[in-house]
């Protein structure tokens, strides 16, 4: 075998041995292909509610009959029918956001993966793009909630003005932790059945159905100081069903978890993206 | 010679636990125990090539030779586990056709679906949108969802989107199933044409009188690695005396 030329006067538009960081190229990928993130996102929507009557009022409905069960059931337990429905649907929305988003990056990434064997696709854009459509969804979801808050009669103050900031730290974390997880599933298929309990027990920790009060203070520090998304929750229910502005402990607290979070979940993500090819 | 691909020395391994692993605990338990052996299998070893601008090259060899794994490589699928490879241009996507469609969406909505899969802009699109449709034959079903498609439209979408952009590089895997005879000849019209225009053209096959007759140039690709490379008579001629 002859030595090939080195040919270092030619510019090639890729080379396997000059590249940069996983983790910028990844993010430098995302940028470029922000149209098909765009298609992603509205491939999910549009494919949803089309074969159904109501479309995407069911974005709306689904929140609001879930609160409607929530409220008959757990209103005599935890506050009057007056104060539940706004305080439980606050919380909800914001979890809804969480588990559906994770849930559907694994998803994602797993229809993904298989398309990735075929094209050179970033990978990164199935899990960007379900955190895209779980943003959507939530906006649409945010107008049952105004609903509800005026016919229970709940100020609605200019403190609602704040919740584009909680929204973007929900919307870190989830691609984060969403990022990471896929990450596992494409090897591990069985993640995705493990998480949707996992996801289920975090519920039930996680003051959504009841107020915080109830847990017993010997256990607050474990169960709700060293669970991100208490900090999240609280972030984004405080302005809505408290009409003021969080304390500035949980903000801080909660912009921290969910930025490490994003950028441990891209990096990680990012560095393994090479190998995912090579899975089966 | 001007090389718009160049291998070097390139190997793709698949490393495989020997026992499959059907879930993650089972598999985090024998790894915590060290007790994972995994079996290594060479899907490439040792590749050099560099193909020159405007070349048409054939790449002949059974099934599992390490063909599709090959272009895998070149078209960045693929990264591989050692070696280096360099790439000028765009390099025309595997065809799968279809890959990535959605059923209920519309023809059109699938079209920028697809379009923007293969890396292209909304704005590339739209620009290009008539010729798409009209090259697919589907300018009547184009917003009726996908599911109501024969299995030959939704080839002649997915072609028809994936070939309207010229490739620098253009890979051509046994792909001329598509449609029927009359799309099937439109094709090739097309595939000869970008090969006319200066399109380096990587054609891969079962068929080695297609590779004679259109390449001055072939690999043989036998247990990933190539047992020969040449004149494309020559190689067809030693491929064929080995069968």
Redesign the interface.
Known sequence: ?TE?PS?NN????????QRKSPAVEELLDII??R??I???I??DI??RY??SVLGILWTMLQPLGIMIVLTIVFSSLFGGAREYPAYLLSGLIAWTFFAQTTTASIHQSVWGGA???????PYTVFSVSSVGTGVVNLILSLVPLFLILLITKRPITWAVFFLPIPLLFLTAFALGIGLMLSS?AVR?P??SE?YQIIIQAWMYITPIMYPETIIPESYRRWVLHLNPMYYLINMFRTPIFEGRLPSLNIIIIGAVISLVTLTIGWIYFSHQA?KF??I? | MN?VI?L?NICVR??APEAKF???KE?AIQLLKRKVKFKEFNALSNI?L?VNEGEILGIIGRNGAGKSTLL?VI??????TE????????VS??L?LG??F?P??TGL?NI??NG???????REIESRLAEIIEFAELSSFIDS?LRTYSSGMVARLGFSVSTTWQPEILILDEILSVGDEAFRNKCKVRMATYRDAGSTTLLVTHDSSTVETLCARAVWLDHGEIKAIGPASEVVNMYRQSQ
């Open positions: 075998m090939t040919f030619i510019s090639f538009t890729y080379d396997s041995q470029r292909y149209d098909l765009y298609q992603l509205r491939r549009v494919a089309k074969r398309l990735m064997r075929r094209i050179n696709v596992l591990f069985d993640i493990m090479d090819a090579y089966a | 090389p160049i070097d698949y490393r059907g879930t993650f598999y050099n560099q895998k078209s960045r699928v693929l990264v591989p070696g280096r490879v360099r790439i000028r241009g765009r996507p595997l799968e890959a990535g959605h209920e969406l909505e920028f679906l923007t899969l293969l890396g292209h802009t909304r969802p």
